[in-house]
């Protein structure tokens, strides 16, 4: 019993105050913006992946997820690397061609012209 007031008081000093999913294929990206006790808030990025172990009536599905928290000191570092990091794709292997014909739902987001700069739209 004690343990589980320990993991709700952890689950508390969470709170989402902003969250979109990002539908892309197999997986699932979840921004949460999410603030602390002390009013401070920060980006949690999560992966997940539904995997289906098993064929037929013995399948059994489940979802890999993988997080990162990303804190406001660090976003423009974070957001040069991810430049960076895209710009060597897009030198090695040419621009991206944004996908057009896929029926956009609530939540997922739509694919803006390229640029030099990354930019970030969230609505709330």
Same mark, same amino acid.
């Given at each position: 019993?004690?343990? /589980?007031? &320990? &993991?709700?008081?952890? +689950?508390? +000093?969470?709170?989402?105050? /902003?969250?979109?999913? !990002? ?18 808030? /920060?980006?949690? !990025? ?49 621009? !991206?061609? @944004? &996908? ?12 803006? @012209?390229?640029? +030099?700069?990354?930019?970030?739209? !969230?609505?709330?």
């Amino acid at each position: 019993m004690e343990e /589980f007031k &320990k &993991k709700g008081a952890v +689950d508390a +000093d969470k709170e989402i105050v /902003f969250s979109r999913a !990002i539908k892309a294929g197999k997986r699932i990206y979840y921004l949460d913006v999410k603030k602390n006790r002390k009013d401070e808030m /920060f980006l949690a !990025i999560t992966e997940s992946k539904k995997v289906v172990s098993g064929e037929g009536d013995d399948s059994q599905v489940s979802f890999e997820k993988h997080k990162i928290f990303l804190y406001k000191e660090d976003f423009e570092k974070f957001m040069n690397g991810l430049h960076e990091a895209i710009g060597f794709i897009e030198q090695e292997q040419g621009p !991206i061609e @944004p &996908k057009h014909g896929n029926s956009n739902t609530e939540n997922e987001t739509e694919t803006a @012209p390229m640029s +030099d700069e990354i930019k970030i739209d !969230i609505d709330f």
